[in-house]
């Protein structure tokens, strides 16, 4: 099925592509924006909409980048934190 998936979605224009990618990312990333005042895991759904939108869009690869890199700077403060006593 994957596979199936792959080539179809190769073999259509790159216009096409960049629209599909484009409408699905975006739908992806708001949820996860709304997410960030509604329940649910908006971050990480922030990151995976910019992970669908890298895979056409310069400026989202850049963005994704940034966000890995603050994502790993604030896991490795929760985890100095974690390991002060007496917290």
Do not use: Y
Not at 9 to 30: H, K, N, W, Y
Request: zero cysteines; glycine letters at 10%.
């Amino acid at each position: 099925m994957k596979d199936r998936f792959g080539r179809w979605f190769s073999a259509l224009p790159s216009a096409v592509r960049r629209i599909i990618v484009f409408l699905i990312g975006s739908t992806v990333l708001m949820a996860g924006v709304l997410m960030l005042v509604l329940p649910g895991p908006g971050i990480v759904v922030i990151i995976v909409g910019l992970a669908i939108l890298a895979t056409e869009f310069a400026w989202a690869n850049r963005l994704l980048g940034h966000a890995r890199e603050r994502a790993a700077r604030v896991a490795q403060k929760l985890r100095k934190r974690k390991d002060v006593p007496g917290n």
